[in-house]
Protein backbone atom coordinates (compact mmCIF):
# COMPACT_ATOMS: atom_id res chain seq x y z
CA UNK A 1 0.00 0.00 0.00
CA UNK A 2 0.84 3.71 -0.68
CA UNK A 3 2.34 5.48 2.20
CA UNK A 4 0.37 8.68 0.97
CA UNK A 5 -3.63 8.69 0.30
CA UNK A 6 -5.38 11.84 -0.36
CA UNK A 7 -8.23 12.93 1.87
CA UNK A 8 -10.25 15.73 0.23
CA UNK A 9 -7.58 18.07 -0.52
CA UNK A 10 -4.76 17.00 1.54
CA UNK A 11 -2.21 14.12 1.24
CA UNK A 12 -2.09 12.28 4.32
CA UNK A 13 0.75 10.10 4.97
CA UNK A 14 4.27 9.27 6.51
CA UNK A 15 5.76 12.29 5.19
CA UNK A 16 3.19 14.50 5.88
CA UNK A 17 2.17 16.93 9.19
CA UNK A 18 -0.73 15.25 10.99
CA UNK A 19 -4.25 15.40 9.78
CA UNK A 20 -6.55 16.25 12.68
CA UNK A 21 -9.80 15.95 12.55
CA UNK A 22 -12.57 17.83 14.90
CA UNK A 23 -15.55 14.98 15.59
CA UNK A 24 -18.43 16.81 16.04
CA UNK A 25 -21.15 14.46 17.40
CA UNK A 26 -23.97 15.41 19.23
CA UNK A 27 -22.26 18.25 20.93
CA UNK A 28 -24.58 20.60 18.96
CA UNK A 29 -27.36 19.44 21.76
CA UNK A 30 -29.90 19.69 18.77
CA UNK A 31 -28.85 23.35 17.96
CA UNK A 32 -28.04 24.19 14.18
CA UNK A 33 -26.52 27.75 15.02
CA UNK A 34 -24.70 26.08 17.48
CA UNK A 35 -23.45 23.20 14.94
CA UNK A 36 -22.54 26.05 12.51
CA UNK A 37 -20.18 27.74 15.46
CA UNK A 38 -18.55 24.31 15.81
CA UNK A 39 -18.02 24.25 12.03
CA UNK A 40 -16.76 27.48 12.02
CA UNK A 41 -14.45 26.92 15.66
CA UNK A 42 -12.81 24.06 14.24
CA UNK A 43 -11.76 26.04 11.10
CA UNK A 44 -10.74 29.19 13.05
CA UNK A 45 -8.44 26.78 14.99
CA UNK A 46 -7.02 25.22 12.33
CA UNK A 47 -8.05 21.20 11.63
CA UNK A 48 -8.21 20.42 8.38
CA UNK A 49 -11.48 18.18 8.56
CA UNK A 50 -14.57 18.10 10.25
CA UNK A 51 -17.05 14.70 11.29
CA UNK A 52 -19.98 14.00 11.99
CA UNK A 53 -22.01 10.74 12.68
CA UNK A 54 -24.87 9.86 10.76
CA UNK A 55 -27.79 7.34 11.87
CA UNK A 56 -30.91 7.78 13.73
CA UNK A 57 -31.80 6.06 16.95
CA UNK A 58 -33.75 3.11 14.91
CA UNK A 59 -30.82 2.53 12.27
CA UNK A 60 -28.60 1.82 15.31
CA UNK A 61 -30.69 0.14 18.09
CA UNK A 62 -33.89 -0.74 19.21
CA UNK A 63 -36.14 0.97 21.28
CA UNK A 64 -36.64 -1.65 24.44
CA UNK A 65 -36.76 -1.13 27.80
CA UNK A 66 -34.83 -4.83 28.04
CA UNK A 67 -32.16 -4.83 30.24
CA UNK A 68 -29.77 -5.92 27.74
CA UNK A 69 -30.46 -2.24 26.11
CA UNK A 70 -29.88 -0.35 29.32
CA UNK A 71 -26.92 1.71 30.45
CA UNK A 72 -26.03 -0.28 33.44
CA UNK A 73 -22.43 1.60 34.32
CA UNK A 74 -22.58 3.86 37.13
CA UNK A 75 -19.35 5.27 35.63
CA UNK A 76 -20.49 6.02 32.15
CA UNK A 77 -21.68 9.69 31.29
CA UNK A 78 -25.01 7.84 30.24
CA UNK A 79 -25.97 6.07 33.26
CA UNK A 80 -29.22 5.04 33.17
CA UNK A 81 -30.15 5.59 29.31
CA UNK A 82 -31.67 3.11 27.03
CA UNK A 83 -29.53 2.94 23.71
CA UNK A 84 -32.61 4.83 22.03
CA UNK A 85 -32.99 7.31 24.46
CA UNK A 86 -28.78 7.96 24.39
CA UNK A 87 -29.04 7.89 20.44
CA UNK A 88 -31.96 10.34 20.22
CA UNK A 89 -30.20 12.62 22.28
CA UNK A 90 -27.00 12.30 20.18
CA UNK A 91 -28.04 12.16 16.67
CA UNK A 92 -27.50 14.67 14.27
CA UNK A 93 -30.54 15.14 11.77
CA UNK A 94 -30.37 13.93 8.68
CA UNK A 95 -31.39 17.45 7.21
CA UNK A 96 -28.92 19.54 8.97
CA UNK A 97 -25.93 17.24 6.88
CA UNK A 98 -26.45 19.12 4.15
CA UNK A 99 -26.29 22.66 5.59
CA UNK A 100 -22.85 22.07 7.61
CA UNK A 101 -20.99 20.07 4.76
CA UNK A 102 -21.45 23.06 2.93
CA UNK A 103 -20.61 25.48 6.16
CA UNK A 104 -17.35 23.39 6.40
CA UNK A 105 -16.82 23.50 2.63
CA UNK A 106 -16.96 26.94 2.42
CA UNK A 107 -13.95 27.19 5.39
CA UNK A 108 -11.67 24.92 3.43
CA UNK A 109 -12.54 21.67 5.51
CA UNK A 110 -12.96 18.84 4.53
CA UNK A 111 -16.01 17.04 6.17
CA UNK A 112 -16.99 14.07 6.28
CA UNK A 113 -19.00 11.59 8.75
CA UNK A 114 -19.44 8.03 10.48
CA UNK A 115 -21.92 6.20 8.23
CA UNK A 116 -23.78 3.71 11.01
CA UNK A 117 -25.74 1.42 8.10
CA UNK A 118 -26.02 0.92 4.64
CA UNK A 119 -28.63 3.41 4.25
CA UNK A 120 -26.09 6.20 5.47
CA UNK A 121 -24.04 5.58 3.07
CA UNK A 122 -25.97 6.27 0.33
CA UNK A 123 -27.28 9.39 1.98
CA UNK A 124 -23.54 10.73 2.42
CA UNK A 125 -22.89 9.70 -0.98
CA UNK A 126 -25.49 11.95 -2.55
CA UNK A 127 -23.38 14.40 -0.78
CA UNK A 128 -20.54 13.53 -2.49
CA UNK A 129 -18.44 12.65 1.18
CA UNK A 130 -15.25 12.29 -0.11
CA UNK A 131 -14.09 9.60 2.70
CA UNK A 132 -15.75 7.43 5.51
CA UNK A 133 -15.00 6.48 8.82
CA UNK A 134 -15.73 3.60 10.58
CA UNK A 135 -16.83 3.72 14.02
CA UNK A 136 -14.81 1.20 16.59
CA UNK A 137 -18.31 -0.38 17.67
CA UNK A 138 -19.32 -0.67 13.57
CA UNK A 139 -15.44 -2.41 12.35
CA UNK A 140 -16.73 -6.38 12.78
CA UNK A 141 -20.28 -4.77 11.11
CA UNK A 142 -19.01 -6.57 7.65
CA UNK A 143 -21.95 -6.02 5.31
CA UNK A 144 -21.26 -2.07 6.20
CA UNK A 145 -17.53 -2.25 5.70
CA UNK A 146 -18.64 -3.89 2.32
CA UNK A 147 -20.75 -0.88 1.42
CA UNK A 148 -18.49 1.84 2.41
CA UNK A 149 -15.16 -0.10 0.37
CA UNK A 150 -17.58 -0.25 -2.76
CA UNK A 151 -17.68 3.52 -2.76
CA UNK A 152 -13.74 3.44 -3.88
CA UNK A 153 -13.55 5.85 -1.02
CA UNK A 154 -10.59 6.39 1.62
CA UNK A 155 -11.67 4.89 4.72
CA UNK A 156 -10.69 5.49 8.52
CA UNK A 157 -11.30 2.65 10.72
CA UNK A 158 -11.19 2.95 14.37
CA UNK A 159 -9.54 -0.02 16.64
CA UNK A 160 -11.16 0.53 19.98
CA UNK A 161 -12.01 -2.26 22.31
CA UNK A 162 -10.74 -5.06 19.30
CA UNK A 163 -9.03 -7.65 18.93
CA UNK A 164 -6.25 -8.23 16.65
CA UNK A 165 -8.88 -10.90 14.81
CA UNK A 166 -11.58 -7.95 14.92
CA UNK A 167 -9.18 -5.73 12.73
CA UNK A 168 -7.83 -8.23 10.82
CA UNK A 169 -11.60 -8.92 9.71
CA UNK A 170 -11.92 -5.21 8.99
CA UNK A 171 -9.32 -4.85 7.07
CA UNK A 172 -9.78 -8.15 5.09
CA UNK A 173 -13.28 -7.53 4.49
CA UNK A 174 -12.59 -3.66 3.04
CA UNK A 175 -9.88 -5.12 0.99
CA UNK A 176 -11.90 -7.84 -0.25
CA UNK A 177 -14.30 -5.11 -1.13
CA UNK A 178 -12.00 -3.27 -2.98
CA UNK A 179 -10.70 -0.54 -0.98
CA UNK A 180 -7.19 0.30 -1.62
CA UNK A 181 -6.85 3.76 0.74
CA UNK A 182 -6.85 2.81 4.62
CA UNK A 183 -6.01 4.20 7.36
CA UNK A 184 -6.35 2.50 11.02
CA UNK A 185 -6.54 4.57 14.40
CA UNK A 186 -5.75 3.11 17.49
CA UNK A 187 -8.67 4.02 19.83
CA UNK A 188 -9.63 3.20 23.28
CA UNK A 189 -13.65 2.96 23.63
CA UNK A 190 -13.53 4.64 27.09
CA UNK A 191 -15.28 7.86 27.79
CA UNK A 192 -13.21 9.84 28.58
CA UNK A 193 -9.89 7.25 28.22
CA UNK A 194 -6.92 7.66 30.68
CA UNK A 195 -3.64 7.66 29.50
CA UNK A 196 -2.46 4.53 31.22
CA UNK A 197 -5.13 2.80 28.96
CA UNK A 198 -3.98 4.28 25.81
CA UNK A 199 -1.16 2.39 24.35
CA UNK A 200 -0.26 4.07 21.76
CA UNK A 201 2.84 2.15 21.10
CA UNK A 202 0.30 -0.17 18.98
CA UNK A 203 0.45 2.65 16.63
CA UNK A 204 3.43 1.77 14.58
CA UNK A 205 2.48 -1.95 15.03
CA UNK A 206 -0.27 -1.28 13.40
CA UNK A 207 0.86 0.81 10.32
CA UNK A 208 3.58 -2.43 9.87
CA UNK A 209 1.05 -5.22 10.83
CA UNK A 210 -1.91 -4.11 8.52
CA UNK A 211 0.76 -1.89 5.96
CA UNK A 212 -1.02 1.03 6.22
CA UNK A 213 -1.14 4.70 7.60
CA UNK A 214 -1.51 4.79 10.99
CA UNK A 215 -3.09 7.42 13.69
CA UNK A 216 -5.26 8.00 17.01
CA UNK A 217 -8.83 8.71 17.85
CA UNK A 218 -8.32 10.17 21.14
CA UNK A 219 -10.71 10.23 24.06
CA UNK A 220 -8.40 11.40 26.86
CA UNK A 221 -8.21 14.68 27.80
CA UNK A 222 -5.66 17.63 26.97
CA UNK A 223 -3.69 17.20 24.08
CA UNK A 224 -0.16 14.98 25.52
CA UNK A 225 -1.48 11.89 24.40
CA UNK A 226 -1.86 13.08 20.75
CA UNK A 227 1.73 14.56 20.80
CA UNK A 228 2.94 11.81 22.12
CA UNK A 229 1.11 9.71 19.52
CA UNK A 230 2.93 11.43 16.50
CA UNK A 231 6.56 10.82 17.45
CA UNK A 232 5.00 6.97 16.74
CA UNK A 233 3.90 7.58 13.50
CA UNK A 234 0.56 9.05 13.70
CA UNK A 235 -0.72 11.08 11.14
CA UNK A 236 -4.33 10.84 11.47
CA UNK A 237 -5.48 12.17 14.80
CA UNK A 238 -9.00 12.57 16.18
CA UNK A 239 -11.21 14.45 19.23
CA UNK A 240 -14.14 15.24 20.13
CA UNK A 241 -14.89 19.63 19.52
CA UNK A 242 -17.40 21.09 22.08
CA UNK A 243 -17.75 24.61 22.18
CA UNK A 244 -18.10 24.82 26.01
CA UNK A 245 -17.23 21.88 28.18
CA UNK A 246 -19.23 23.57 30.73
CA UNK A 247 -22.78 24.07 28.92
CA UNK A 248 -22.73 19.84 28.73
CA UNK A 249 -23.17 18.03 25.58
CA UNK A 250 -23.91 14.46 25.15
CA UNK A 251 -19.66 13.84 24.39
CA UNK A 252 -18.89 17.20 26.02
CA UNK A 253 -16.97 15.71 29.05
CA UNK A 254 -14.13 14.37 26.64
CA UNK A 255 -14.24 16.82 23.98
CA UNK A 256 -11.98 19.69 23.70
CA UNK A 257 -12.31 23.31 22.97
CA UNK A 258 -11.78 25.58 20.28
CA UNK A 259 -8.51 26.81 21.86
CA UNK A 260 -7.39 23.12 22.61
CA UNK A 261 -7.71 22.61 19.41
CA UNK A 262 -5.77 25.11 18.09
CA UNK A 263 -2.71 24.46 20.50
CA UNK A 264 -3.46 20.48 19.02
CA UNK A 265 -2.85 21.49 15.43
CA UNK A 266 0.07 23.96 16.30
CA UNK A 267 1.99 21.73 18.59
CA UNK A 268 1.20 18.53 16.30
CA UNK A 269 2.76 20.29 13.38
CA UNK A 270 6.01 21.15 15.95
CA UNK A 271 6.28 17.70 17.08
CA UNK A 272 6.19 16.69 13.11
CA UNK A 273 8.89 18.76 12.52
CA UNK A 274 11.10 17.58 15.18
CA UNK A 275 11.05 14.54 14.09
CA UNK A 276 14.07 15.01 11.11
CA UNK A 277 16.05 12.22 10.42
CA UNK A 278 18.80 10.23 12.37
CA UNK A 279 21.56 12.54 12.06
CA UNK A 280 24.73 12.91 13.93
CA UNK A 281 27.03 16.01 13.70
CA UNK A 282 26.65 19.48 13.26
CA UNK A 283 23.02 21.06 11.75
CA UNK A 284 24.15 24.22 9.58
CA UNK A 285 22.20 25.69 12.44
CA UNK A 286 24.62 25.10 15.36
CA UNK A 287 27.82 25.99 13.44
CA UNK A 288 27.40 29.85 14.73
CA UNK A 289 27.45 27.82 18.35
CA UNK A 290 30.49 25.50 17.79
CA UNK A 291 32.44 28.42 19.42
CA UNK A 292 30.78 28.01 22.69
CA UNK A 293 32.51 24.99 23.66
CA UNK A 294 35.68 24.01 25.15
CA UNK A 295 39.11 24.22 24.21
CA UNK A 296 42.54 25.07 26.27
CA UNK A 297 43.43 28.06 27.16
CA UNK A 298 46.84 29.88 28.98
CA UNK A 299 44.86 31.40 32.47
CA UNK A 300 48.37 33.07 33.65
CA UNK A 301 51.09 34.90 32.06
CA UNK A 302 53.99 32.70 31.07
CA UNK A 303 57.65 33.17 30.41
CA UNK A 304 59.29 31.23 27.62
CA UNK A 305 60.85 27.69 29.29
CA UNK A 306 58.04 27.90 32.07
CA UNK A 307 56.22 24.16 32.03
CA UNK A 308 52.80 24.09 31.16
CA UNK A 309 50.71 22.61 34.43
CA UNK A 310 47.27 22.68 35.37
CA UNK A 311 48.16 26.32 37.29
CA UNK A 312 48.58 28.32 33.69
CA UNK A 313 46.27 26.36 31.16
CA UNK A 314 42.33 25.37 31.58
CA UNK A 315 39.89 23.86 29.70
CA UNK A 316 37.33 26.63 29.37
CA UNK A 317 34.67 28.49 26.60
CA UNK A 318 35.41 29.58 24.16
CA UNK A 319 36.82 27.10 21.57
CA UNK A 320 39.50 28.68 20.16
CA UNK A 321 42.26 26.74 21.44
CA UNK A 322 43.71 23.50 21.14
CA UNK A 323 40.93 20.86 22.38
CA UNK A 324 40.08 19.41 25.58
CA UNK A 325 41.16 16.19 24.54
CA UNK A 326 44.70 17.49 24.57
CA UNK A 327 45.05 18.63 27.90
CA UNK A 328 46.79 15.68 29.23
CA UNK A 329 49.59 15.35 26.44
CA UNK A 330 50.83 19.05 26.70
CA UNK A 331 51.23 18.93 30.50
CA UNK A 332 54.80 19.10 31.66
CA UNK A 333 55.95 20.50 27.91
CA UNK A 334 58.05 23.64 28.03
CA UNK A 335 56.31 27.32 26.51
CA UNK A 336 58.95 28.72 23.99
CA UNK A 337 57.31 32.16 24.07
CA UNK A 338 55.81 34.82 25.94
CA UNK A 339 52.14 33.93 26.70
CA UNK A 340 49.29 36.52 28.41
CA UNK A 341 46.62 34.91 30.40
CA UNK A 342 43.12 34.59 28.60
CA UNK A 343 44.94 33.33 25.36
CA UNK A 344 43.84 30.35 23.58
CA UNK A 345 46.76 27.81 23.90
CA UNK A 346 47.70 26.53 20.06
CA UNK A 347 50.57 24.21 19.28
CA UNK A 348 53.08 27.07 17.90
CA UNK A 349 54.22 28.66 21.54
CA UNK A 350 54.94 25.27 22.43
CA UNK A 351 57.95 22.95 22.46
CA UNK A 352 56.48 19.39 21.04
CA UNK A 353 59.92 17.58 22.23
Not at 5 to 27: C, D, L, R, T
Not at 31 to 50: C, K, M
Not at 130 to 139: D, H
Request: include cysteine; hydrophobic fraction near 40%; glycine fraction near 6%.
Amino acid sequence: MDNEIVIGHHKVGVQHPPFIIAEMSGNHNHDLDRAFAIVDAAAEAGVHALKLQTYTADTITFNSTNPEFLIDNPKSLWYGKNLYELYQEAYTPWEWHGPIFERARSQGLVVFSSPFDETAVDFLEDLDAPAYKVASFENVHVPLLRKIAETGKPVIVSTGASTLADIELAVSTLRESGCKNYVLLKCTSSYPATPENTNILTIPDLAERFDCIAGLSDHTLGIGVALASVSLGARVIEKHITMSRAEGGVDAAFSMEPHEFKSLVEESNRAFEALGNVFYGVTEAEKESLKHKRSIYVVKDVMPGDLISPVNIKVIRPANGLPPVMFDQVIGKQFIKPVKAGTALTLDVINEK
